[in-house]
């Protein structure tokens, strides 16, 4: 099965600077690397998600790159504000399979 | 749209009674409801999967026994946490996906918090 690893487990920033969450995963058959957002109290969200023939992926503030020889994938933040403080879950697998195995998660505070 | 929503969002219980968690999707048919369980600062574990019309298959360490999981129609699953007891007091989630449907289309509800006192 994946073995998933995310880091780091808790990030805290200035409001305004970038963060950087990364995923390391180890089923090289894995092709579809998502990130998910859960603000306290929420079910997660998807906010952008990349696959395995893509090595970027960007909207608006948020980025996803893809290194498939390594085997990680990481969570850019820039210019991050206030809302942008939640628990962050990447879930590496393979997009037509059922289920979704989540990460540990990454807490990101974002300092006024 | 992709709308999935439970109720309720939060309840109390009390040890050895029987709380019933539905999961809906508003606007599209679900072939397929994934029941989750998040205990306080760790990651979601996935319960169950449900398909509408079957029996639900749940991952090692689940007791199906205890976590009764219904899906009768394609817009409605519901878990039931029989015989509570404080240890099964944590936030449970369900998400639901489409048919055809892989990961990237699969929707999640907003929790449900259970408390066993």
């Known amino acids: 099965g994946e073995n998933v690893e995310q880091h780091p487990s808790t990030l805290s920033v200035q409001e305004g600077d970038s963060a950087v969450i990364k995923c390391t995963y180890s089923d090289s058959a894995s092709n579809y690397f998502p990130w998910y957002k859960q603000e306290l109290g929420k079910g997660p969200q998807l906010i952008i998600d990349?696959?395995?023939?893509?090595g970027e992926k960007k909207d608006q503030r948020i980025a996803v790159t893809l290194n498939k020889t390594a085997k990680h994938f990481s969570l850019h933040i820039t210019e991050t504000q206030p809302e942008d403080s939640a628990v962050y879950f990447c879930a590496p697998g393979d997009s037509s399979a059922s289920k979704i195995i989540f990460g540990s998660g990454t807490r990101l505070s974002i300092r006024p | 749209g992709a709308v999935v929503s439970q109720h309720p969002s939060w309840v109390i219980c009390k040890s050895g009674t029987s709380v019933k968690i539905e999961c809906r999707s508003l606007?599209?048919?679900?072939?397929?409801m994934f029941w989750y369980r998040q205990f306080p600062k760790q990651s979601l574990m996935l319960m169950a999967t449900s398909n509408e019309g079957s029996k639900a298959t749940y991952e090692q360490g689940v007791e199906k026994d205890k976590f009764l999981i219904n899906h009768a129609s394609l817009t409605l699953s519901t878990l039931t946490v029989t015989s509570a007891h404080p240890e099964d007091s944590s936030f449970y989630i369900c998400?639901?996906?489409?048919?055809?449907?892989?990961?990237?289309?699969?929707?999640f509800g907003p929790g449900t918090r259970l408390t066993v006192t």
């Open positions: 990349i696959r395995s023939n893509v």
């Open positions: 606007d599209f048919q679900a072939t397929t």
């Open positions: 998400s639901a996906r489409t048919g055809t449907g892989g990961n990237d289309e699969q929707y």
